[in-house]
């Protein structure tokens, strides 16, 4: 069965500190995605990867860095965590074909105080 | 923005009523897709319907596309309690790459 799992389903952290969120997909799969959700806004993509050590800013990359290692890990960095980063974040992960879908993790439910 | 938009925003039906969204569009696409999201869960892909196909059906499932209008519906038939969550349409617009952009939502309450 397919799975993306990410590292934790809440977090708390503190204005300035640096932040890890980490995801891992079992599927092989090309193409990793992070998002942010918040009320109103739908999903906004963050980043994304093609391949290992390859990245592209999505539509709000600004207060984020990411890596990509190894194919099944894509890490989203936030560098000094602010308190407008407070945000549902998701990861999702497709093969590299003409018509896929995505899969999603459960999200990380970040809270910056 | 090219993000799509749904409509309605929220929905309330009754059990057994069947459930009808929007969605709009603004530039060519490749394919559309929707998906399903439970309360704080992530996302759970539903339908793809590529640019070429007017109409899909999986099991309660009806989608259409009408690229001329630049929109699409989701019909869910015969709606259960289990059907409440929120549902989102993607978009793979032309020339965007392998990348999806989502739409607002519209929130499904299925009561008893």
């Known amino acids: 069965d397919v799975k993306v799992t990410q590292s934790s389903r809440y977090l708390v952290k503190r204005t300035g500190e640096k932040v890890f969120l980490e995801c891992v997909q079992d599927?092989?799969?090309?193409?990793m995605f992070w998002y942010r959700q918040d009320p109103g806004l739908g999903l906004r993509l963050i980043y994304f990867?093609?391949?290992?050590?390859?990245?592209e800013k999505g539509d709000i990359p600004e207060g984020y860095s990411v890596s990509r290692e190894k194919k099944e890990r894509f890490s989203l960095i936030l560098e000094s965590a602010s308190t407008n980063q407070t945000s549902m974040y998701l990861c999702?992960?497709?093969?590299?074909?003409?018509?896929?879908?995505?899969?999603f993790g459960p999200g990380t439910r970040l809270t910056v105080t | 923005s090219q993000q799509g938009e749904e409509d309605p925003q929220a929905l309330s039906i009754q059990e057994g009523e069947n459930a009808t969204m929007n969605c709009s569009y603004k530039?060519?696409?490749?394919?559309l897709q929707w998906y399903r999201q439970n309360s704080g869960r992530g996302l759970v892909h539903l339908i793809l319907?590529?640019?070429?196909?007017r109409e899909k059906h999986s099991g309660r499932l009806r989608v259409t596309l009408d690229t001329s209008k630049k929109s699409s519906s989701l019909l869910i038939t015969a709606s259960r309690a289990a059907d409440t969550a929120s549902y989102f349409c993607?978009?793979?617009?032309?020339?965007?790459?392998?990348?999806?952009?989502f739409g607002t939502g519209t929130q499904l309450k299925v009561e008893l």
């Open positions: 999702a992960s497709s093969p590299n074909s003409v018509s896929y879908e995505q899969y």
């Open positions: 599927m092989d799969h090309e193409n």
């Open positions: 990867s093609y391949d290992v050590k390859m990245k």
């Open positions: 530039t060519s696409i490749n394919n």
């Open positions: 319907i590529r640019s070429n196909e």
């Open positions: 993607a978009t793979d617009f032309t020339g965007g790459g392998n990348k999806l952009t």
